[in-house]
């Protein structure tokens, strides 16, 4: 068990931050829990009265735990302050926003609770320490996305935009529960319904977007040019995430690994239980790119099975030229196929003070920006790891 309290799960981000006094952009370390980064970004911007585009940062922190982040506020004042589980601490000035490449690694302290016996996690602790965990995208990457309902992304590029714009609006994902569950399969019952979607409309955005359909019925692409570009640019990492995660299960399905499945929301994650030296030495090496129109392929092994993946969905890489959606595009990025966690070491570990009779272990690490704490933890409480052995496979 992870996240049994916000102290459980500690992440603070390490940066490069090119501080020029006199910057235009003001810089903030931001403490906080309960809260996710972008829903709090949206709440200091109606505290300050501006837009949220004046805030910017490199990358989304998880709520259930304690994170520390940088972000920048295009603004003269001092915003220092304490709110409700958050705090902004001044931190200098810089002459560009916060982006994600300014981000070096994260540094982790997790717990992990509720375990019969530390020993047990002996042999997969020491394998994490050397072979590392693959770099699969897991499960937060993909909270906007509902089976039923599809990608959105997908929809876009096969140009099926009343599909794209129902994902959108209908899509019924983890932890949405109550009446705007309720709600949204009601939506998708009625739609094209214009008038009772309508009805049903909740916001400035949603009424729009009806009122547009309600007087042009196959004016799908207009409404589709209302959605906020941050919102359309996460909606399309999701699905290069997807496309990279069936990547990886195509290189370590032909490579042959012995592996172990754990089940995942958008499909399996795999992870080897032995690795000899020739498949850690490729596969720590490999670099896999997201998926765009311009991509670069600097390791042979991943382009045919990203190929493969295309053909599955009959796709093309010429289909991510979204012409008629210009405002966002898919960019391109290469992520390494397997990571080793810096730094790893084991802090403590004994009995545990919330579940009497079990016991406890304490982690600390860094790991690549992008990399998932929760994949290491997977690895390691993977069932039947046997001890570390040299293989040559």
């Given at each position: 068990?992870?996240?049994?309290?916000?102290?459980?799960?500690?992440?603070?981000?390490?940066?490069?931050?090119?501080?020029?006094?006199?910057?235009?952009?003001?810089?903030?370390?931001?403490?906080?829990?309960?809260?996710?980064?972008?829903?709090?970004?949206?709440?200091?911007?109606?505290?300050?009265?501006?837009?949220?585009?004046?805030?910017?940062?490199?990358?989304?922190?998880?709520?259930?735990?304690?994170?520390?982040?940088?972000?920048?506020?295009?603004?003269?004042?001092?915003?220092?302050?304490?709110?409700?589980?958050?705090?902004?601490?001044?931190?200098?000035?810089?002459?560009?926003?916060?982006?994600?490449?300014?981000?070096?690694?994260?540094?982790?302290?997790?717990?992990?609770?509720?375990?019969?016996?530390?020993?047990?996690?002996?042999?997969?602790?020491?394998?994490?320490?050397?072979?590392?965990?693959?770099?699969?995208?897991?499960?937060?990457?993909?909270?906007?996305?509902?089976?039923?309902?599809?990608?959105?992304?997908?929809?876009?590029?096969?140009?099926?935009?009343?599909?794209?714009?129902?994902?959108?609006?209908?899509?019924?994902t983890p932890g949405l529960a109550g009446r705007e569950r309720t709600r949204r399969l009601e939506l998708f019952r009625v739609w094209r319904?214009?008038?009772?979607?309508?009805?049903?409309?909740?916001?400035?955005?949603?009424?729009?977007?009806?009122?547009?359909?309600?007087?042009?019925?196959?004016?799908?692409?207009?409404?589709?040019?209302?959605?906020?570009?941050?919102?359309?640019?996460?909606?399309?990492?999701?699905?290069?995430?997807?496309?990279?995660?069936?990547?990886?299960?195509?290189?370590?399905?032909?490579?042959?690994?012995?592996?172990?499945?754990?089940?995942?929301?958008?499909?399996?994650?795999?992870?080897?239980?032995?690795?000899?030296?020739?498949?850690?030495?490729?596969?720590?090496?490999?670099?896999?790119?997201?998926?765009?129109?311009?991509?670069?392929?600097?390791?042979?092994e991943a382009e045919a099975p990203f190929a493969a993946v295309l053909a599955d969905k009959g796709l093309a890489r010429s289909d991510f030229r979204t012409r008629e959606l210009r405002r966002?595009?898919?960019?391109?990025?290469?992520?390494?196929?397997?990571?080793?966690?810096?730094?790893?070491?084991?802090?403590?570990?004994?009995?545990?003070?919330?579940?009497?009779?079990?016991?406890?272990?304490?982690?600390?690490?860094?790991?690549?920006?992008?990399?998932?704490?929760?994949?290491?933890?997977?690895?390691?409480?993977?069932?039947?790891?046997?001890?570390?052995?040299?293989?040559?496979?």
């Amino acid at each position: 068990m992870i996240k049994a309290k916000p102290g459980d799960f500690v992440v603070e981000e390490r940066t490069d931050l090119p501080l020029e006094p006199g910057g235009r952009y003001a810089v903030y370390r931001l403490h906080k829990s309960g809260w996710n980064t972008s829903d709090l970004v949206g709440h200091l911007a109606r505290r300050f009265g501006f837009p949220p585009g004046r805030i910017a940062y490199g990358g989304k922190k998880d709520k259930h735990g304690l994170t520390s982040q940088f972000i920048t506020i295009e603004d003269a004042a001092d915003r220092s302050f304490e709110g409700k589980d958050f705090r902004l601490e001044a931190a200098g000035r810089m002459n560009r926003p916060m982006g994600p490449d300014l981000i070096r690694a994260n540094d982790f302290t997790l717990t992990l609770r509720d375990l019969a016996g530390v020993a047990s996690l002996e042999p997969a602790v020491e394998r994490v320490r050397t072979e590392g965990f693959p770099n699969w995208f897991d499960d937060q990457r993909f909270r906007s996305y509902d089976p039923e309902r599809g990608f959105f992304a997908e929809k876009i590029l096969r140009r099926h935009w009343n599909g794209a714009l129902q994902v959108y609006l209908t899509s019924v994902t983890p932890g949405l529960a109550g009446r705007e569950r309720t709600r949204r399969l009601e939506l998708f019952r009625v739609w094209r319904d214009w008038k009772a979607c309508r009805s049903m409309a909740e916001g400035p955005f949603e009424r729009e977007v009806f009122d547009i359909l309600r007087k042009e019925l196959a004016a799908f692409g207009e409404a589709l040019h209302r959605i906020p570009e941050e919102e359309t640019a996460m909606q399309y990492a999701v699905f290069q995430a997807h496309l990279w995660n069936e990547t990886l299960r195509k290189i370590f399905r032909s490579r042959g690994l012995p592996v172990v499945e754990i089940a995942g929301r958008e499909g399996p994650y795999l992870f080897w239980r032995e690795l000899g030296k020739a498949d850690r030495a490729a596969l720590h090496a490999l670099r896999i790119p997201t998926a765009a129109a311009k991509m670069e392929f600097p390791d042979p092994e991943a382009e045919a099975p990203f190929a493969a993946v295309l053909a599955d969905k009959g796709l093309a890489r010429s289909d991510f030229r979204t012409r008629e959606l210009r405002r966002v595009r898919f960019q391109s990025f290469l992520r390494t196929a397997a990571v080793v966690p810096e730094g790893f070491t084991v802090l403590e570990s004994g009995a545990d003070e919330l579940h009497p009779g079990r016991e406890k272990i304490i982690f600390r690490f860094s790991l690549p920006r992008g990399s998932y704490a929760t994949m290491l933890i997977k690895m390691i409480t993977l069932p039947g790891i046997p001890p570390r052995r040299e293989t040559a496979g």
